[in-house]
């Protein structure tokens, strides 16, 4: 597995279009790929946009290295030397161990199914769109995923919603809308495998379209 961050020069117009459309931004990173399959046994294609302040940087996991010359001609800085970077995910993974403790970033679409109707003869997918909602949805799905959240120092659980959004587009005829969260806190790690399977294999849907992308770092002390 690989692990990719690649800036974005949100001055051009092409990167603007690309920011506001999921679908579009899927292409691009897919297009940094020969045509196979998007899963293989080693995980998926995974991908994330971190905004700051003045800046957007876009973060990809993959089974396979990305080349993302394409990237930097529509939406980097072509004349730069500066492209991308792209790290092996493994060492990472591979130092996973029960009880440790590391922060993380997770943007996800948080949902829940029910029928439209009580008559309905399949249920539909419909998006949290509170921060309790959307808290709990995480809560309750971090034990399968190998982890649990800790408390803070208030009692409450060590986690934070940075960044609620909605986006909205068309995929073959049907109009679509992710809600979606971005989370911060700091988790502990309860099962090794499974938290690596979240790491390469995403969690919640819409991944294809930005979410699902869990990342660690360290824990900084102060």
Not at 62 to 79: F, I, K
Not at 107 to 113: C, E, F, G, M, Q
Not at 173 to 185: E, H, P
């Amino acid at each position: 597995m690989h692990l990719t961050r690649f800036e974005i020069n949100t001055a051009r117009r092409a990167s603007r279009s690309l920011l506001t459309s999921p679908q579009k931004l899927h292409a691009a990173v897919m297009a940094a790929f020969p045509p196979q399959p998007a899963t293989t046994n080693q995980g998926r294609v995974l991908w994330r946009v971190d905004h700051t302040q003045h800046q957007a940087a876009l973060f990809i996991v993959s089974p396979h290295r990305p080349d993302l010359t394409h990237l930097v001609e529509q939406a980097g800085w072509p004349t730069s030397h500066h492209t991308w970077d792209t790290r092996d995910y493994q060492p990472l993974l591979d130092r996973l161990a029960t009880g440790q403790h590391w922060a993380f970033r997770l943007k996800a679409n948080p949902t829940a199914s029910r029928r439209k109707t009580p008559d309905a003869a399949r249920s539909q997918r419909f998006g949290h769109v509170t921060v309790a909602q959307q808290t709990a949805w995480l809560l309750t799905r971090a034990e399968q995923h190998g982890f649990t959240i800790p408390a803070g120092e208030h009692k409450e659980p060590d986690l934070a919603i940075r960044g609620r959004e909605q986006a909205s587009f068309t995929r073959q005829g049907r109009n679509v809308t992710l809600t979606t969260a971005l989370y911060q806190g700091h988790l502990h790690i309860t099962d090794p495998d499974a938290l690596r399977a979240a790491l390469t294999n995403g969690i919640g849907p819409a991944r294809a379209y930005g979410c699902g992308l869990l990342t660690l770092a360290p824990i900084r002390h102060a």
